[in-house]
């Protein structure tokens, strides 16, 4: 007989509360094998694919791409046993009290999860309909019949249209300017090409039937655009905030001459075994904090409040700020002190380009230690920023120019940096934060300084 089992959105393993749903890969009437992908969602802090723990037929999916659903919320029906006879479905609505212990069952972790288990069976959302009228059965005419409508969690955003787009063709939009909202996908499925956000940015795109000014939330009346707060940048400023409002903020600042550091960096280039790697100022920069954390290991450490300790890290997991379609992400570099400056090189060009194809996973952008932040590729000089919590300190790199500079009594023109360093000041004290931003730059003014560390 035909047995229904309902697929709820699973807390993948980083203690998050919701989700958006970004795209199906399956509809209704498809068959599905175990661990088959079959959605993807975006977190607040990674979009994230996942799999089915099931084999069956889909019956059907209970929400809309673009919609905002709570962690344990079904959002898909699949039929495990097609091929059995008349059997009574999950029904639309239903008494809670039919909401028996039976009915409750556990959904073993998917691929990638971790070990947390998921119980479909969980309270109501605030002003939605409770658990019970989506999880329970009711008894029903016999007769082959397939599963009731589920009331959607919320209704779709902007009108219901939401432009489905990879992150490297939503890159390019904003890059040109095109409002994908406006733009109808002409891949499968609907997706919007990059060769569709360049027919629209040369003026020969057809447009969205859907899309209208009210779903791209602009108002021709108050000439003003809505955007939901959601995914990466609720994640990124709720983090922020409780950053500048908790840890006492000092923020120092260094300009140093790295002309020798990227004269260095030519002779890298040239060399046998760094040969097709990409060396960058970041990849010195990333070396340098390393091996001043270990002089410094103030600057490593962490203020964890509930337990009225100060955790000292004998290691360097080190955060790379990162500028992304999805917004700002902080993935990090394990063990980085543990890597030569090759090894650095290939993770931090290996860790970019997941960054901009969207695919950093939670798990690589937890328990980070210290951060670097590089606002010198968009030409800025320098900045003040903001601790992410969990840490104690982040360094931000300036642009590098060419500026006169002092060498020997004379005036010449020299590579110059300006760096800043800011830090925790319950955990570090001027003199550590000094004494660790004075040693960064003196790696980075003349890199033979290494071998002295």
Request: glycine share 8%; with cysteine.
């Amino acid at each position: 007989m035909p047995t229904f089992k309902q697929f709820p959105l699973a807390d993948t393993a980083e203690g998050l509360t919701e989700a958006d749903i970004l795209s199906w890969h399956v509809k209704p009437g498809d068959t599905v094998t175990v661990n088959q992908i079959v959605v993807e969602i975006e977190t607040a802090k990674a979009a994230v694919e996942l799999p089915i723990p099931w084999a069956g037929v889909v019956t059907e999916l209970h929400v809309e791409p673009g919609q905002t659903v709570e962690v344990g919320t079904p959002i898909l029906t699949i039929d495990v046993d097609p091929g059995g006879a008349a059997a009574p479905a999950p029904a639309a609505a239903a008494p809670a009290a039919a909401s028996a212990p039976a009915e409750e069952e556990e959904m073993k972790p998917l691929v990638g999860y971790g070990s947390k288990a998921v119980v479909t069976q969980r309270r109501a959302r605030k002003g939605a309909a409770p658990a019970a009228a989506v999880a329970a059965p009711a008894p029903v005419a016999p007769a082959p019949v397939a599963p009731a409508p589920v009331a959607p969690a919320a209704p779709a955003p902007r009108g219901g249209y939401v432009p489905l787009a990879k992150p490297p063709v939503r890159k390019l939009a904003k890059e040109l300017g095109v409002d994908l909202h406006a733009l109808t996908g002409t891949a499968d499925g609907g997706v919007i090409t990059r060769d569709d956000v360049h027919k629209a940015a040369n003026g020969s795109a057809p447009a969205a039937a859907a899309a209208s000014t009210v779903d791209s939330g602009y108002d021709p009346a108050t000439r003003e655009r809505r955007v939901p707060i959601k995914g990466v940048r609720k994640m990124t400023a709720a983090a922020m905030v409780q950053s500048a409002y908790t840890a006492p903020h000092v923020t120092e600042f260094l300009t140093i001459d790295v002309t020798p550091m990227m004269e260095f960096r030519e002779k890298l280039k040239k060399s046998r075994e760094f040969a097709g790697v990409k060396v960058t100022p970041l990849t010195f920069a990333a070396k340098a904090v390393c091996l001043a954390a270990k002089r410094t290991p103030d600057i490593n450490a962490v203020w964890d409040e509930a337990a009225q300790e100060i955790v000292y890290k004998d290691y360097v997991h080190l955060g790379i700020a990162a500028a992304t379609p999805r917004g700002l992400i902080v993935p990090k570099v394990r063990d980085a002190d543990s890597l030569s400056l090759k090894e650095l090189a290939g993770a931090l060009t290996a860790l970019t380009e997941v960054a901009r194809q969207g695919k950093t996973s939670p798990a690589d952008m937890a328990n980070g230690t210290i951060t670097i932040t590089n606002v010198g590729v968009f030409g800025v000089d320098t900045g003040t920023p903001i601790i992410n919590p969990g840490e104690s300190a982040i360094l931000c790199l300036g642009a590098i120019k060419d500026q006169p500079w002092v060498v020997d009594g004379e005036i010449k023109v020299r590579k110059v940096l300006q760096l800043s360093l800011s830090f925790d000041h319950r955990v570090v004290d001027g003199q550590q934060g000094s004494e660790f931003l004075a040693d960064v730059g003196a790696l980075l003014a003349d890199p033979a300084m290494a071998i002295t560390y």
